[in-house]
């Protein structure tokens, strides 16, 4: 190395000196200094750090961040000089992996260690390995919303934050079954609960804490969420995350692959999670007829979940399944606890009787309702002026096969009707029973759930969810070019819709496997779409970055490429491709 | 679980064991010869009496011997099927062991496989001698026995699977048949004989292996209501006994078997209901083409993901209002849950929709001039009702579209939400179908040929003819002059059987005849055909309720069939395998007779059929007369329950008193 004189007369080599922080990026932080050359490794940077902590730790996991550059140092055989770097640098010598605080879908709170190095998309999946959950590209994080500060007064309770800092995966390998779950959960009480948060519906919200929860308003509230998704291609510390933040793992895609109950427990819970507060929240609109077959289903679910009978279903009674399956139900309900006895099930044909308002409405009645001794059996419901008149005639019989079952239930009111409208060659005939308050186990005999297991109800859940014609669309205001106003443009997994912002109205539908290219001007942050037969749509976006569209439009079409025979394997170049775009930094 | 559990376990397999018996002894006696039952017991107490019950009561004890003979046999067949079941399902190593033990025959009984019907009659010979303690009181016993299994859980399981079994077993005992006459397109007429668990697709096999026609999917059977007019196609994975139970026995209704191009429309062009642009303007370019590729990769985007698609579809229809014969325009939405509208003032948003219809209990039909008869704005209607509605209704749906475009659809729509994947299912079968026999004509071997090679025939072989023949006889015995004479015929027919060839036309014809003698005009539903089954009770009932249909279903009457009996056991007997399906046909006369014999109190007079129906009630309106000479048993209590409770408890009765004899 050939000695040179600088103009005040001191000899130099070309070596410099380098500080480098140690810790995460904290202006105080210890710190020190190399004497480094511009072609020093940097793998020969990081051992002589270590060497002059001379702490003895694992550094196994600490890598070097460039914080000027936003960007680590990790190709270890890279020189300074290739890297860029000179003595002005600000590096933190700093772990790769840090705690975070998750909200999941199912709105609990859990810790644990993300990679802050990786891109987004691996650290996704290994968070997704980490829980349990199967497809990750289906999933990814969105910033917290900022709190507004005058809350805090109101003090929140404390929250039970669950732990699983301290779990390390063996990297690669798909986690073992151990009594029942995945073996690195079975290590601690601790994370054995967290496993059971993970992979059982939770109860439903408190009544009054969900009112108070705000609620999209419009199709322009509907749009926030969807400006706050992280970046898949950079990884955390690129997009200004710190150790302890919180973030949220949302499933962000609408196309769930290969959902199965047998080897999904975490994401088929979190799934139907996701799909509850989506429903519960009004993000997604439903009638009131499909409202009674979620609360069907959610209470149904929730019963079983509490009752720990979480296994796989009893069967359906083969003698009885020819039955009408809704009435059946309502008379096990009505029943309650019958005989546990494996054998009184099968064989004995349940029975119920009670004392019922019973009401037919017919031209020129004024009666009312009228009490009566009502017995139900097989498909038939007989009632009796009373009870001792019960094994006689009775005034009336009726086979209720293939009838309707409607509850008419109103809780404020006190109202608790089933109508019953019986068909006959002649047309439909009303009855109405007045009962006491059944309300849940008539949803739920309503809904023809009560056979389901946990899993099948929950898929069931997210099926009904899925079949809601607003479902899996995620909502971006954009101006359409040549347009004057704002318009929404709503994202699905098979198609992009023009949507009117005032009105609501679809106005136009693009679908992706017309599509023939797509490009993103990030100048302008304009995205410009070629389908075939020559129609180019282009908009820019307002709500939220166009970036995050962009990632939206190749996220589905990356996911429709997935193939069953490929089975879990990612192509996550190809996701980068398709989701990473050429964003200038 | 003590005795108690043991107890009704076994008084359920013999129940069910009987209820096998009995209906092989009334329907089936005159079988072929290879039929192994022991012919004496059976002539004894099955020909002559009038009812069940009687029947029953005059049962010795020996015959009652006979009878548990029989059902261990049967019974044993069945359990062995439990148990191999459970052996795959690989359950610990005891668990076979405890079911062994319990099967009421041992050792033997696992012996029988395919060979029941000897093994049942050796044995039965054997035990015989000694009444009383015949193998089946003995094994009830031994569940514990062998290995004093502390499972008791595994225990009941499998007592439970047993039982299920078993009723399976008395399900399948009940199985109804019909006569179902099919309008061929050629104005033609064929008669089928049609059992309850045949589906719309089998049916058609059936009718594809008559007619050489080419199996296209888009043949269906499809249903008229003359008197309503409307019509819709059965889709394939119908029960059509179900749906034809809901038709009145006066009933103008037909089904005919014809090509609509409509049934898979969607499958074939999914982007005409799928591509259907909201913007209407652009929905104008009607059928817009599209290639192969991108059509199945629709269908799968569709149909194949964890839920279906059902297509974006709304629009101003025209509802005829409740009962007048104006109609309105509304605004109209599908979506999976059922067909919504906007009510006045409001918006389309979910929340203010109203909704006007859910699928769950209505099918969907196609209005047939609605313009004549209701005044619709137009002919492209559809309709949807309960499919028990068979005369005008307030409660009969009727919706009006502008354009045969829109009307398709809507139906396509609704079918898709009311079915979902098994419509795309249903459609996979049939093109499965369509190119088995594409195939086959290519090869030149099938759609000629009478010598009705190994083919796709089978289904429809085995459940008709057998049965039918074995049917014929019996019933011709016990009933009267015009039974006798459908009975001629069919052993006519019988006889012939063997030189037949499998399209004998003549076969079917001469079904008929019987039938058409009968007094009642019903022309596709012959009483008789309703009352396929054995069981008497829906007759007595139906007149009393004023429900003709109803009591076929969910009364069970404890049928006779045979057929069951040949589904599982492997191969009917010899004479039998060339059975061509055209043999189907003989059966119905037979039924009329079956139905009639073994109705409990008055026989049936001869000319059953609808006019009696409506005044029978002399007996009783909802309550099957008690039989008289069982007193013993307090009539059984389920006024409703009818027939086969009362059958049903008079058989445990008799076991029960049997047994109490032993002990």
């Not at chain 1, 809350?151 to 690669?172: C, I, S």
């Not at chain 1, 898929?459 to 014609?469: D, G, N, V």
């Not at chain 2, 209607?381 to 307030?394: A, D």
């Amino acid at each position: 190395m050939a000695g040179m004189k600088t103009a005040t007369g001191d000899y130099i080599d070309s070596s410099w000196e380098l500080r480098v922080f140690v810790g995460e990026e904290d202006p105080e932080a210890e710190s020190v200094t190399l004497r480094v050359t511009g072609e020093s490794h940097i793998g020969g940077v990081l051992l002589k750090v270590v060497e002059e902590i001379k702490r003895k730790q694992d550094w196994s996991d600490h890598a070097i961040w460039w914080e000027q550059k936003r960007q680590w140092l990790l190709q270890t055989h890279w020189t300074l000089d290739k890297y860029g770097i000179l003595a002005d640098a600000r590096l933190f010598f700093g772990p790769q992996h840090r705690p975070i605080i998750l909200r999941l879908p199912n709105r609990r709170a859990l810790r644990l260690r993300a990679s802050f190095s990786q891109p987004l998309f691996q650290a996704v999946a290994a968070i997704c390995r980490l829980l349990s959950i199967r497809h990750p590209e289906e999933l990814s994080l969105l910033r917290a919303p900022e709190k507004k500060e005058k809350k805090k007064k109101e003090k929140e309770p404390e929250e039970e934050l669950y732990d699983l800092t301290k779990v390390v995966l063996a990297g690669g390998v798909a986690p073992a079954l151990f009594r029942g779950m995945p073996a690195h959960f079975s290590d601690s009480a601790q994370t054995e609960a967290c496993y059971h948060m993970l992979s059982r519906p939770q109860p439903p919200p408190d009544p009054l804490l969900l009112q108070r929860l705000p609620r999209p308003s419009s199709l322009l509230d509907k749009t926030q969420l969807h400006s706050r998704w992280l970046d898949s291609s950079r990884c955390l510390m690129q997009q200004g995350i710190k150790a302890g933040d919180m973030l949220w793992l949302r499933f962000k895609y609408y196309s769930f692959f290969d959902l199965d109950p047998k080897t999904d427990p975490v994401r088929l819970t979190q799934l139907y999670e996701q799909a509850r507060w989506d429903l519960l929240l009004e993000e997604t609109d439903c009638t009131e007829e499909e409202m009674m077959v979620f609360a069907a289903l959610q209470y149904h679910i929730n019963k079983l979940s509490q009752s720990g009978e979480v296994g796989e279903p009893t069967g359906t009674d083969p003698g009885l399944d020819d039955l009408d399956a809704a009435l059946n139900n309502l008379e096990v309900k009505l029943e309650g606890s019958a005989s546990t006895d494996v054998l009184d099930n099968l064989t004995t044909i349940p029975e119920l009787k009670d004392h019922l308002r019973i009401f037919r409405p017919r031209k020129l009645t004024l009666k009312g309702y009228r009490q009566h001794w009502v017995v139900f059996k097989e498909t038939t419901l007989s009632y009796y002026k009373s009870q001792d008149e019960a094994p006689g005639d009775p005034i009336q019989q009726l086979n209720l096969k293939g009838c309707e079952v409607v509850p008419d239930v109103n809780v404020a009111g006190q109202k608790f009707y089933i109508k019953l409208l019986v068909p006959s060659p002649e047309g439909m005939s009303e009855i109405y029973l007045r009962c006491q308050d059944l309300t849940p186990r008539i949803l739920e005999a309503h809904q023809n759930v009560a056979q389901l297991s946990l899993s099948e109800a929950q898929l069931r859940f997210i099926q009904a969810w899925q079949s809601l014609p607003d479902f899996g669309i995620s909502y971006v205001v954009v101006r359409f070019k040549g347009s004057r106003k704002d318009e929404i443009l709503g994202i699905a997994n098979n198609r992009l819709i023009r949507i009117d912002l005032a009105v609501g109205d679809m106005v136009k539908t693009w679908r992706f496997s017309n599509m023939r290219q797509w490009n993103v001007n990030w100048d302008i942050r304009q995205v410009a779409i070629e389908f075939d037969e020559h129609i180019n749509v282009a908009f820019s976006c307002l709500s939220a970055s166009c970036r995050i569209v962009h990632e939206y439009i190749g996220g589905y079409i990356f996911l429709s490429t997935r193939e069953r025979a490929r089975g879990e394997e990612l192509d996550e170049d190809l996701f980068l491709q398709l989701t990473g775009g050429h964003e200038a930094f | 679980m003590g005795e108690s559990n043991e107890d009704i376990d076994q008084m359920f397999s013999n129940l069910l064991g009987e209820m096998d018996l009995l209906t092989q002894s009334l329907g089936v006696d005159t079988l072929p010869p290879p039929d192994p039952k022991p012919p004496r017991a059976e002539f004894n107490y099955s020909v002559g009496f009038k009812d069940l019950n009687e029947s029953l009561n005059a049962l010795e004890d020996q015959d009652l011997d006979a009878l548990m003979a029989d059902l261990v046999a049967d019974i044993s067949e069945a359990e062995q099927r439990t148990i191999q079941a459970q052996k795959e399902s690989s359950q610990n190593q005891h668990h076979p062991a405890s079911l062994e033990v319990p099967d009421f025959s041992g050792a033997a009984a696992l012996g029988y496989g395919a060979s029941v019907a000897a093994v049942s009659v050796s044995q039965y010979e054997d035990d015989l001698p000694p009444p009383p303690a015949d193998p089946m009181l003995d094994v009830p016993l031994p569940p514990p026995p062998p290995e004093p299994l502390s499972q008791e859980e595994e225990a009941a399981q499998a007592k439970a699977d047993k039982i299920k079994l078993a009723l399976e077993k008395l399900k399948e005992a009940k199985v109804k048949k019909l006569v179902v006459k099919v309008h061929m397109n050629d104005n033609s007429t064929k008669s089928l004989m049609v059992d309850e668990k045949q589906l719309a697709r089998d049916v058609l096999d059936n009718l594809f292996e008559k007619t050489h026609c080419d199996c296209n999917v888009d043949w269906c059977l499809y249903e008229i209501y003359t008197e309503l007019q409307i019509e819709r196609i059965f889709e394939d994975h119908e029960n059509v006994v179900e749906v034809l139970s809901d038709w009145t026995r006066d009933t103008e209704n037909k089904v005919l078997f014809l090509e609509k191009e409509e049934k898979y429309a969607v499958f074939k062009n999914p982007q005409n209901f799928y591509l259907n642009n909201k913007g209407k303007k652009e929905g104008k370019e009607t059928n817009e083409k599209m290639n192969a590729k991108n059509k199945e990769s629709l269908l799968e985007e569709s149909f194949c993901g964890t839920s279906i698609i059902v297509p974006e579809l709304e629009g101003a229809l025209y509802l005829k209002e409740d009962g007048k014969k104006s109609w309105k325009r509304r605004y109209f939405l599908l979506r999976a849950s059922g067909i919504y509208y906007v009510p006045k003032g409001k918006t389309k948003t979910s929340r203010d929709l109203a909704c006007f219809i859910q699928f769950e209990n209505v099918n969907i039909y196609y209005g047939i001039q609605c313009k004549m008869k209701y005044k619709a704005p137009t002919d492209y209607c559809f309709v949807l009702k309960h499919p028990q509605i068979q005369k005008e209704s307030q409660y009969i749906k009727y919706l009006c579209c502008d354009d045969a475009r829109t009307l398709n659809q809507w139906v396509m729509g609704i079918r898709i939400a009311k079915y979902g994947k098994t419509l795309y299912d249903n459609y996979q079968r049939a093109m499965a179908r369509a190119g088995l026999a594409s195939r086959w004509t290519n090869l030149g071997t099938v759609s000629t040929g009478p010598p009705a090679p190994p083919a796709p025939p089978a289904t429809g072989l085995k459940t008709g003819t057998t049965q039918a023949n074995g049917q014929i006889p019996q019933a011709a015995h016990s009933v009267s002059a015009v039974l006798e004479e459908a009975q001629r015929h069919a052993e006519t027919t019988k006889d012939k059987k063997p030189a037949l060839g499998n399209h004998e036309p003549g076969a079917p014809r001469a079904h008929q005849l019987p039938k058409s003698s009968l007094p009642p005009p019903p022309p596709l539903r012959r009483s008789s055909d309703i009352c396929g089954s054995p069981k008497t009770a829906p007759r007595a009932k139906g007149p009393g309720g004023g429900f003709p249909a109803p009591p076929d279903d969910s009364l069970p009457p404890p049928p006779p069939p045979p057929p069951l009996e040949d589904d599982q056991l492997p191969p009917p007997p010899p004479d039998f395998n060339d059975a061509p399906p055209d043999f189907v046909p003989p059966p119905p006369p037979s039924f009329a007779g079956d139905a009639g014999s073994p109705l409990p109190p008055p026989p049936p007079p001869p000319p059953a059929p609808a006019p009696e129906v409506a005044k029978p009630p002399p007996v009783g309106v909802k309550r099957p007369p008690v039989p008289p000479k069982r007193k013993e048993n307090p009539a059984p209590p389920g006024g409703g329950g009818s027939g086969e409770q009362d059958f049903m408890s008079d058989l445990m009765k008799a076991l029960q008193k049997k047994r109490g004899n032993i002990s």
